[in-house]
């Protein structure tokens, strides 16, 4: 087996509410290796996004090692985490959260820009090739306002995909869409998986998108209850 | 409930609440400061000129065509103060007298009067005491006024010889007889003060003595009489804010003593009255320039609190829902957001009021207090007029302000509780403002529209002149002035886009990766900084169009005025006029030519060098002896070659022999005439014209020698055909040409010794400092011959240190303005911002670093307000060339051109770092926060 390209070692984390620290996650551990795709779950309160946050790098644990491509985050300066991020993790929002401002070319071609290892020509070349991968190639001059939820959220995708990242991490990717829609998008970031051998860590509320992981991880209160290949076996069992 | 909304917003958007008041208290309280500046100096003047003419607020006299200078006094006083508004009557006599202290003596201005009663006017004693009564021994005390004392050598104890004439009066349609007879009486006083005074005497200088009146009627032999009585009106008349009115009630008080007395036997003046009502005439243009600036000030501040208010409403609208499911009016929301300005209103003005007279009480009245120096002004303690404009401006301001975020407060859908997708749902109208933004030639119109407005003044002012109506001239006048400033910045708004794009060419080309982000936000940012940008380029344009202007008339007041008079001095006759120069320029009828004597004084004067004497203006006719065209004329005559005095820049001839100018005085019968007279008459060099004469059938056949564009000094001979019209057109000649003109022939020859000049131009003698000539010059001419002696040096000077003046006080309201500006991209940068703390989490999400963040929000908010500021800049100094050009082309005068040093790039440095500090400080805590917690608090 090859070594992980997440590793989450006993990690806490607690917040403060008010003047009480309320823990959500109690000693989580969990390996990721490369190409896997990783769903979380559980109900709310289960620490799922908490977790998912730690393993892009946008949030920090209270205690514990998270590893990310070798790199020890929790050690790591704001700006070096902010880099690590724009080159290694391509994040999925529930809420798409695009530039409104920006055409969906603009969108996918501003990590890019931010990164700047791409020419201006290449740069548009590769958003162009994204934008075709994520089915709008006729939709390149429009603005999210003019694109269905589902098609945002393939922006959202290609954005995602920029920089061509090792790791893919999705929060309620599919919550703001539509059945059908969703089904779409899960089959896009699994071809994604498959194809180009991304890791991608997600969470769904949704039992029918967890299908489309190697694997899923069930939380409650903090703590990886579940490590099931079968989600429906691993609830009955949880 | 409505105390709850506020309350609760006063407390969750603090920033915002701050921010809105602290803007309020800047304005208002700038408002009222410059008000009662304003309201403070017109009561300085006010003061000043009561003090100088004197403080009387209506003095009774006799006419000097009366039987008697004096009044009864006894009579009268008891008649006067049984009149509503009369407060009291004192008894004055007044008049020259001469004055014996010693060895020495003089003439002086004495003061009768009653210290009992009188009460205009004030003392300050420098040395003894300020009793006039009699001592044990019958002697009487008097105060004499500085200049007296120290002319006379008057020293305290000192007893002084007061010779007394009672003033002659004259017969109706007569002059006084001269040398009649006058009974004089003399008798002696005890000096026991000297010092100076305000307003007692009615004089602006410190000469005088001061008596008792009784010891003045019981020396003199006078009985109970007065030579005039001071009626003092109720002082209550002048505590209304309208001076105007002040001087008006005050006015009624004086018809009622004229009812009282009769019209034919009594003469009345109202110096104070008269002082206060001139002080508003001179202030009125001023407050409305004020005012005009704090409208456009306080507009940013109105449009700050929209925005802050109206994102208030929009992160509450979901709870506005709720409310209106619950039942509440659409009248209640929009009370809600109502009150909300007004409670911030009140606290923002009510303070601002505040500051602002304190700024005004403990720095200006201080300021005023220590230039009045002998005139000290009592000022009030509130300027009730600064404060009542100041709060009728600002709260008109605040309830335009208020309108929008409480309409939309009020047709706030149900289905924003329900479904706020649905409510919020993009329309067409949204998609379009994606686009990138063109140019919006709505705006354009619009300024074209509202540049027509100033066209009023041509119709409506010289309707207000007729009418006398000042404040109505002040109003229309800068009205005019406004609606150029917002026209021109309408139409000038369509240049920011052009300014945006090369701004951020010049990000772009400084940091790509920025400019790349701010370039897509700016470029599709329609709705949001239309209105700021907008109120920015107001803003910057008023400042840069008045310090151009002022920089233009700095620039070019040498030239102006060296074309204008022509010579380094011009000297004129006693009797010439005082200041109105123009008027004696040319020499008027009423005025004297210099007497012979004197005139060759002055020619061989070591200070000056060359000179050249010019009649007085002729006014003929010119004809072109065929009967076809003729046209009225000024007729110069010069007694000798103006070159040498001349400035060269002075003189452009255009057609003809240059040489001509300096033969013109020792060639009868040649002229110079301009190009506009020459077109007219259709004459060229070497040709005749006529001129009519004094005489009848009088003509004089003279030779045009040459035709000039300019002769500075001598008057007017432009190209311009519009002064055939006018009737200003110049025919230049020599001295006993001018002579042979204005001589009627039935009388004889004319007379060559008869004086003829009535201005003498000079040039100064090498080698001497032209101030210092000018004074020594006024020290020898001005105070013995009452010579007028015009310094065309010191002329550009004083209007030079008027406009560095000027430009203070344009920095003073600049900064104001440009402050309150601030406060706007501030509000419209931290609303912007706040607005896009998803974009910012996201960003940040994605692996922005801080400093990349920073620079987008910095980079936008440069493009927004520099392409603003710049826009305003622009359209400020071409308004100002504009007017500078036209008039220069109208005048027939170069235009040198000037840029304003300090304004405009003090205006430019302020929106760049308000700009920066705007942007960090609104991005501050976004550039701390992690990606993850902006995100959740989404």
Request: with cysteine; aromatic share 6%; charged share 20%.
């Amino acid at each position: 087996m090859s070594e992980a390209i997440i590793r989450i070692d006993n990690v806490h984390k607690s917040y403060l509410m008010g003047k009480e620290a309320v823990p959500a996650l109690r000693g989580v551990s969990i390996d990721v290796q490369p190409g896997e795709m990783v769903c979380l779950m559980g109900p709310s309160g289960s620490g799922k996004t908490t977790l998912l946050n730690i393993v892009g790098g946008l949030d920090d644990p209270s205690r514990g090692h998270v590893t990310i491509a070798g790199h020890d985050i929790v050690a790591m300066s704001e700006e070096k985490l902010a880099r690590l991020r724009l080159e290694r993790i391509g994040f999925v929002f529930q809420t798409f959260n695009l530039l409104n401002n920006f055409t969906a070319l603009e969108n996918v071609e501003a990590p890019m820009v931010l990164l700047r290892k791409l020419g201006r020509k290449e740069r548009r070349e590769r958003t162009l090739e994204l934008l075709a991968a994520v089915g709008l190639a006729d939709r390149v001059e429009h603005y999210p306002s003019e694109l269905s939820g589902g098609q945002q959220q393939r922006v959202a995708i290609a954005r995602a995909l920029a920089n061509d990242p090792d790791i893919l991490i999705g929060d309620e990717m599919t919550g703001d869409l539509d059945s059908q829609t969703g089904f779409e998008i899960m089959s896009l970031v699994r071809g994604l998986n498959q194809r180009e051998g991304k890791t991608v860590v997600y969470v769904t509320h949704d039992p029918r998108m967890a299908d489309y992981a190697d694997y899923t991880v069930h939380m409650l209160d903090g703590k990886i209850v579940a490590k099931e290949a079968d989600p429906v076996q691993a609830l009955t069992a949880g | 409930m409505i105390g709850t909304y506020i309350r609760r917003n006063f407390r969750r958007r603090k920033v915002r609440t701050i921010l809105m008041i602290l803007a309020l208290i800047v304005g208002v309280g700038t408002l009222v400061t410059l008000n009662a500046t304003v309201d403070s100096y017109r009561r300085y003047y006010t003061g000043t000129v009561a003090g100088e003419v004197g403080d009387f607020d209506m003095v009774v006299r006799r006419p000097d065509t009366a039987p008697s200078p004096f009044l009864d006094a006894a009579e009268l006083t008891p008649r006067l103060l049984a009149l509503p508004g009369v407060r009291d009557v004192a008894p004055r006599i007044h008049a020259i007298v001469s004055v014996k202290a010693g060895a020495k003596d003089g003439e002086s201005i004495f003061v009768a009067l009653d210290p009992e009663r009188d009460h205009s006017g004030a003392i300050e004693v420098v040395e003894g005491v300020y009793d006039l009564s009699e001592n044990a021994d019958g002697i009487a005390g008097a105060f004499v006024l500085q200049e007296t004392a120290d002319v006379l050598g008057i020293e305290l104890g000192d007893p002084i010889e007061i010779q007394y004439a009672p003033p002659l009066t004259r017969m109706k349609g007569r002059d006084a007889p001269e040398n009649a007879s006058r009974l004089r009486s003399t008798a002696e006083w005890e000096v026991r003060g000297i010092g100076t005074h305000r307003g007692l005497t009615g004089q602006n200088n410190n000469e005088g003595v001061v008596i008792a009146i009784d010891s003045a009627r019981e020396r003199f032999g006078l009985g109970e009489v007065a030579e005039r009585l001071i009626v003092e009106v109720d002082p209550a008349l002048y505590d209304s804010t309208n001076p105007e009115r002040s001087a008006f009630d005050a006015r009624a008080v004086g018809f009622a003593v004229r009812d009282a007395l009769g019209h034919d036997d009594y003469a009345y003046v109202m110096p104070r009255p008269r002082a206060v009502i001139d002080g508003a005439s001179q202030f009125v243009f001023l407050q409305s320039l004020i005012t005009m600036y704090g409208l456009l000030s306080l507009g940013v501040v109105g449009l700050l609190i929209r925005t802050l208010i109206m994102t208030n409403v929009q992160e509450q609208t979901r709870d506005m829902a709720v409310m209106r499911i619950l039942g509440a009016p659409r009248r209640h929301l929009f009370n809600m957001v109502a009150a909300e300005v007004a409670a911030v209103g009140l606290i923002g003005i009510g303070l601002g009021i505040v500051i602002g007279q304190l700024v005004n009480n403990l720095v200006v009245v201080r300021f005023i207090q220590e230039r009045a120096g002998d005139y000290a002004v009592d000022l009030p303690l509130v300027s009730a007029s600064a404060i009542l404009n100041s709060v009728l401006v600002s709260g008109l301001v605040l309830a335009i302000s208020a309108l929008a975020p409480a309409r939309t407060a009020a047709s706030t859908k149900i289905t924003h509780a329900i479904n706020p997708g649905v409510a919020e749902g993009l329309g067409l109208d949204d998609l379009e403002k994606l686009r990138e933004r063109r140019t919006d030639l709505r705006i354009t119109g619009a300024g074209v529209v509202v540049l027509f407005f100033p066209l009023l003044v041509f119709y409506a002012f010289p309707l207000a002149f007729d009418f006398g109506i000042l404040w109505m001239l002040a109003l229309i006048f800068f009205g005019a002035l406004l609606s150029l400033i917002v026209g021109t910045a309408l139409l000038f708004f369509i240049v920011i886009l052009p300014m945006e794009r090369f701004l951020l060419l010049v990000i772009q080309g400084i940091a790509p990766r920025v400019g790349y982000f701010v370039r897509r936000t700016v470029m599709r940012g329609k709705a949001r900084n239309t209105l700021i940008s907008l109120m920015i380029i107001m803003s910057a344009l008023l400042p840069s169009f008045l310090s151009t202007t002022l920089a233009l008339e700095v620039a070019n007041t040498e030239t102006d005025r060296k074309l204008n008079g022509g010579a380094a001095f011009r000297v004129y006759p006693p009797g010439w006029g005082g200041d109105n120069e123009d008027a004696f320029s040319s020499g008027s009828d009423q005025q004297n030519a210099f007497e012979l004597d004197l005139l060759d004084e002055l020619r061989s004067d070591p200070g000056f060098g060359a000179t050249v004497g010019r009649s007085r203006n002729y006014r003929s006719n010119a004809t072109d002896g065929v009967g076809m065209r003729s046209s009225s004329v000024q007729v110069t005559g010069i007694d000798a070659d103006p070159r040498p005095v001349l400035y060269p820049e002075a003189v452009e001839i255009s057609q003809g022999d240059p040489e001509a100018l300096a033969r013109l005085a020792s060639e009868p019968g040649t002229a110079i005439i301009g190009g506009g007279l020459a077109t007219y008459l259709d004459r060229s060099v070497g040709d005749t014209i006529q001129l009519e004469g004094a005489g009848r059938d009088h003509v004089e056949e003279v030779r045009i020698v040459a035709i000039a564009k300019r002769i500075g000094g001598l008057g007017e001979f432009t190209s311009k055909q519009t002064v055939i019209w006018s009737g200003s057109a110049t025919v230049l000649v020599g001295m006993p040409t001018w002579r042979a003109l204005e001589n009627d022939p039935t009388y004889g020859p004319p007379d060559p010794a008869e004086p003829s000049v009535f201005t003498l131009l000079a040039a100064p003698a090498a080698g001497l400092d032209e101030a210092e000539l000018t004074r020594d010059l006024r020290l020898r001419y001005a105070t013995k011959n009452n010579l007028g002696i015009r310094s065309t040096q010191e002329s550009i000077e004083s209007v030079q240190e008027e406009a560095r003046t000027g430009q203070i006080f344009l920095v003073i309201l600049t900064a104001l303005t440009s402050v309150l500006a601030v406060f706007g991209v501030f509000a419209v940068i931290y609303v912007s911002i706040y607005g896009r703390r998803g974009e910012i989490g996201m960003l940040k999400a994605i692996g922005t670093p801080g400093r990349h963040l920073l620079g987008v929000f910095v980079g936008e908010a440069m493009v927004m307000t520099l392409s603003a500021t710049l826009t305003g800049v622009t359209a400020g100094v071409l308004l100002a060339y504009t007017f500078r050009l036209s008039e220069g082309f109208r005048n027939e005068v170069p235009t040198t051109f000037a840029l304003d040093p300090i304004v405009v790039p003090a205006m430019l440095i302020l929106m760049i770092l308000s700009a920066f500090f705007s942007a960090l400080i609104a991005t501050h805590s976004f550039r701390r926060q992690r990606a993850i917690d902006i995100l959740r608090t989404l």
